[in-house]
């Protein structure tokens, strides 16, 4: 039982994170794109190339940070020590009656 909670736990914990790494690639894609267009208005060539250097690592990035451009896959189960399974005991010890 105390296994199924902490597994559980763990896989709510990965979803928020993936959330929140998606939601930030969002607004990087949405600056991504102001950049471009401020880049796009350049007149200095030497100030375009350097911008576009910029560019093209943010948008590795950006793509990277994204959960959705990778393997979707669920997550193995954590390992159950008996630290990580404490909280999940309901006050008995991880490592049997009398601990």
Known sequence: MAEA???ESDRGERLLQQVDRWRQAQHLHQYLAAMRATIDAMTDPDAA???EEWFAWAQKYADQLNPLTQRLEMPPPPKA?????KSFLDGWSPYGPGW
């Not at 020590?81 to 399974?85: N, S």
Request: hydrophobic share 45%; aromatic share 0%.
């Open 5 to 7: 909670k902490l597994t």
């Open 49 to 51: 190339r350097a911008a």
């Open 81 to 85: 020590t008996p630290e990580a399974l």
